[in-house]
C-alpha cells in the first residue's frame, strides 16, 4: 500500500537519472592553420606618420639658428646631418659619435665641450656635432650604417659637406692591463692627437679661422 501510494507500481524498477551526454570529439586539425585577422588603424598610423613629420621639418628648420648658438649640437638623424653640412658650407665640421653604455664616451664629450669652448673663444669657424651610435630601439643608427660605424668613440671631419678623415680614440679595454696612470696617459695622448688632428685641418681647409 505505501509503495502504490508513492506512485512506484509492483514489478517496475525505480527511476534512474540519466547518463550524462558526452561532447563528441573533433578530429585533431593536420591542416595549415588559418591566418588570424587583425585590425589596422590606419587613421592612428597616419596621424603618428604626418607628426613625425612635422618634428622633422621643424628640426631642420631650426638648423641655421642651432648654428649660430655656438654650441655642440645633438644630431638626430642623418637627414638632420646633411642639413647641417649644408648650413655650414665653408667651415670645418667636427661629428662625436659616442655611445651611452660607453664609460670613455662620457669624457670625450667632456672634452669635446671644452675644445667647443676654446674655439669659440678664438673665433674659430668650426661646427661641433655629436651623435649616439644606436637608436632608441638600441640598433645602428642611420648614420652609423651610413659611415660604417660599428664603435665608438669615433671623431668625423667634414670639409664642404665631403667626409676628409676620421678618427679615434684608443680603447680603455685594450690597455687595461696596466695602471691607472698608463690608462690616464694614453687616453691624454689620444687626445693631444685628437687635438693636433682638428687643427691641422682646421688651417688646411679653413684659413679664414686664424683671423
Not at 32 to 57: G, K, N, S, T, Y
Not at 58 to 63: P, Q, R
Not at 67 to 90: D, T
Not at 198 to 210: F, G, I, M, T
Request: some cysteine; glycine content about 4%; proline content about 6%.
Amino acid at each position: 500500500m505505501a509503495q502504490a501510494a508513492l506512485g512506484a507500481p509492483w514489478g517496475r524498477r525505480p527511476c534512474s537519472l540519466p547518463a550524462p551526454r558526452q561532447r563528441a570529439r573533433t578530429p585533431a586539425r593536420t591542416g595549415p592553420c588559418r591566418p588570424c585577422a587583425f585590425r589596422i588603424d590606419r587613421r592612428h598610423h597616419m596621424e603618428l606618420q604626418w607628426q613625425r613629420q612635422v618634428e622633422q621639418d621643424a628640426l631642420l628648420a631650426a638648423v641655421p639658428a642651432a648654428l649660430q648658438s655656438g654650441g655642440v649640437l645633438e644630431v638626430q638623424s642623418l637627414p638632420h646631418l646633411e642639413r647641417i653640412l649644408e648650413a655650414a658650407s665653408g667651415q670645418l665640421v667636427v661629428l662625436t659619435v659616442y655611445s651611452r653604455s660607453c664609460g670613455i664616451c662620457k669624457a670625450v664629450l667632456r672634452e669635446l665641450e671644452a675644445v667647443c669652448r676654446e674655439s669659440r673663444q678664438q673665433r674659430a669657424r668650426i661646427v661641433f656635432l655629436r651623435h649616439d651610435l644606436h637608436d632608441a630601439f638600441d640598433w645602428p643608427s642611420d648614420v652609423a650604417r651610413m659611415y660604417a660605424l660599428k664603435s665608438a668613440p669615433r671623431f668625423l671631419f667634414f670639409v664642404d659637406g665631403a667626409l676628409v678623415r676620421t678618427a679615434s680614440i684608443a680603447d680603455s679595454r685594450r690597455i687595461a692591463h696596466g695602471s691607472r696612470t698608463q690608462v690616464e696617459r694614453v687616453l691624454e695622448m689620444e687626445h693631444r692627437r685628437l687635438r693636433d688632428t682638428l687643427w691641422e685641418l682646421l688651417v688646411k681647409n679653413a684659413p679664414s679661422a686664424r683671423r
